[in-house]
Each structure stands twice: as structure tokens, then as C-alpha cells.
């Protein structure tokens, strides 16, 4: 496992952008799949988006494909999600998680072992 730690929330408008980052405490992300998730309020935690630390490759949801950014900075230790366009419906608790990259699902969330404490993000209308 790995501790994570996010950061980057706020509240903001519709149309809006924001960045997330997650960094991990005490080592690099070589080699895990990073993911983020979002919990709304009543609602399930559900899949974001991810990306594999080795390789680049990203992953969205469709309900946010087009609009975030998912990347890396192997330099800085850190993975961003760039979330512009932003709804109402983006509002929620977004949650880093981290997976070792050999893994062959990316968006269950019982697949990842360490998760951070979460940011929240706030979208008015």
C-alpha cells in the first residue's frame, strides 16, 4: 500500500476548471495504475478516471471523457486530474487511489488497495 494525499478542491462555478493533484508519501508511483474516483452525496463511488505510472496511457469515464485530463509528472512524483467544462453534476468528494499496474480492470474500485482521504469539489449553478 501507499499513502496518498490530494489536493486542489474547491468550489466553482459551472463552466469553470480546476486541477486536482495526488502525490504519494514516501515513495513513487513506479509501478501502480493511479486512479480517481468520485463520491456524490447519496451516491455510489464511481470511476473517474486513471492512468498507468509506466506507460502514460489514460482511462476516463464516459461522463467525463472530453472534459478531464488525467497525467502525470514523473519528475514532481505527482498525478493531476485537469477538470475543465465543469457541471453541476461534477460535485462530489473526488478520492486518489493507487493499484499495482499489473491489474486488468482499472475502474472497480475494490481493485485498488490504498486510497486518499479525498477533496472535495463543488460545482454551483
Known amino acids: 500500500q501507499v499513502r496518498l494525499v490530494e489536493s486542489g478542491g474547491g468550489l466553482v462555478q459551472a463552466g469553470d476548471s480546476l486541477r486536482l493533484s495526488c502525490a504519494p508519501s514516501g515513495r513513487t508511483f513506479s509501478g501502480y495504475r493511479m486512479g480517481w474516483f468520485r463520491q456524490a452525496p447519496g451516491k455510489e463511488r464511481e470511476f473517474v478516471a486513471a492512468?498507468?505510472?509506466?506507460?502514460?496511457?489514460?482511462y476516463y469515464s464516459d461522463s467525463v471523457k472530453g472534459r478531464f485530463t488525467i497525467s502525470r509528472d514523473i519528475a514532481k512524483n505527482t498525478v493531476y486530474l485537469q477538470m475543465d467544462s465543469l457541471k453541476p453534476e461534477d460535485t462530489a468528494i473526488y478520492y486518489c487511489a493507487a493499484q499495482p499496474d499489473f491489474s486488468l480492470t482499472y475502474s472497480y474500485t475494490n481493485k485498488y488497495n490504498s486510497w486518499g482521504p479525498g477533496t472535495q469539489v463543488t460545482v454551483s449553478s
Open positions: 492512468i498507468t505510472w509506466r506507460s502514460g496511457s489514460p
